[in-house]
């Protein structure tokens, strides 16, 4: 299967590539918007569109996005041109070209504050910060230009919740208490708001769905991935330090690491997109971390 991913050389995408070349199929790759000399600039649509005519894949995977609560805090307006904008162009670029399917990775994001319930797909969109909001407003419009156009490519949304894995970026909370673990020369660990409380999942249990949508030939609509077990950022680290036998550690809370109007629980109800496809997490949580940690030197 010819399949087109955008957001190539990211943490999700270099695992993903591996997975699916092992499986047979021929990837054409497209960068995510903050690599260096990345061949197809996705916020010009001509140069998307004559970009993809020449290959035109069975399936699109778009996984390319600007997707740091935090720097969309400080940047809504790239945010919004990379998440939006690039998306758009990307989805006007595949008008009346035979491809089959576009799936499209939004995120937990869109759902806000609910309290502690599991959020199911059912429950309205009400994001709490520029991100969110990005990915809501492309679950929309691909929505509705998909309805309107009677375009022929099926439509598949993923609202992924938080996922970490060897390769993940220090930007985010768990691979930065790991680097911060992992150096001797680091006696104090310096973190935000540990209250938050997220639901995780390992990286190569996300892959491994989106190549099993990425071969069915029937799915569409919107799926939840995620465990459907919620973690605080307290009791995640203190795993961690367990796992790495430091006893040399003191944990130092830094308010330029707490982010804007916080979302206090995000818990996800996995069971829509279970039932479809029989894709549960494999990875136990304790190896899921111990990797991560052996993978930071």
Known sequence: MRILMTGADGFVGQHLKLVLRDRGHHIIEWCGPAAANC????????????????VIPEVII??????????????????FAVNVLGTLNLWEAIRGLPIQHFIYISSSEVYGSYG???????????????????????????TQLQGASG???????????????????????????????????????RVGDLSVIRDFLDVRDVVSAYSWAIESPTISGVYNLCSGVGRSLQEILHDLVRLSNRRDLVVEQDVQRYRPQEVPV???????FERISGWRPRIPWEKTLQDILTSVN
């Open 116 to 142: 502690s319930q599991p959020l199911s797909e059912e429950m309205p969109m009400r994001p709490k910060n520029p991100y969110g909001i990005s990915k809501a407003a492309v679950e929309q419009l691909l």
């Open 151 to 189: 375009q022929s490519p099926r439509l598949t949304i993923f609202r992924p919740f938080n996922h970490i894995g060897p390769g993940q970026s220090p930007a985010f909370a768990i691979p930065s208490f790991v680097h911060q673990i992992r150096n001797p020369a680091t006696k104090i660990i």
């Open 62 to 79: 778009h996984l390319a996005a600007q997707s740091s609560v935090k720097h969309s805090w400080t940047h809504p307006q790239s945010t």
């Open 39 to 54: 061949p197809v600039n996705l916020l010009n649509p001509s140069e998307v569109a004559q970009a993809l005519e020449p």
């Open 266 to 272: 995000l818990i996800g109800d996995p069971r829509r």
